[in-house]
């Protein structure tokens, strides 16, 4: 199948569908969310922009289970206008990748170490992802993660 009809058929038969693009900060998450939500015409939600949005910039446990909850709230209510939303912000712990309650997860795994290392220490590498991106190269990997989507809906579907 030639890429266009991929992303045909991820367009057609993806619905109701939450994407969480999670890792450390710089690790290049918003640059992978970008080119994977034009390519699959999905909703972008970054969380910079949510912080920025709702002027909360508190970044404690109980600032980013907040921020989570509102990620997911807004995701929800996209999906009544979008088939996809793609989401890209930390999600350092489990339970906030937990409450999020994503579909997908692909987790950037590109770096030791972000820049704050208050988000270093508390962040807790993933046991469950669907896809791991080991390097920053998002013209390499939309198309890969195109591939896997493909692959795992044709599972579902069955």
């Not at 930390?90 to 170490?113: E, G, H, S, V």
């Amino acid at each position: 199948m030639d890429y266009k009809k991929k992303i045909d058929y991820l367009r057609n038969n993806l619905k109701d569908f939450k994407i969480l693009i999670m890792g450390l900060p710089g690790s290049g998450k918003t640059t992978l969310a970008q080119k994977l939500s034009l390519s699959i015409n999905a909703k972008h939600l970054n969380a910079d922009e949510i912080r920025k949005k709702y002027n909360d910039w508190d970044f404690s446990v109980a600032g980013r289970n907040r921020q989570s909850k509102r990620m997911k709230d807004l995701s929800i209510k996209l999906l009544k206008d979008y088939k996809i939303v793609l989401a890209d912000f930390i999600c350092p712990l489990p339970k906030t990748r937990k409450d999020f309650n994503a579909d997908y997860i692909i987790w950037m795994d590109t770096i030791n170490k972000g820049r704050f290392e208050d988000t270093n220490k508390m962040f807790i590498s993933p046991k469950k992802y669907d896809f791991k991106v080991n390097e920053k190269n998002a013209d390499f990997f939309v198309e890969k993660i195109v591939d896997d989507l493909i692959n795992k809906t044709i599972k579902i579907k069955q």
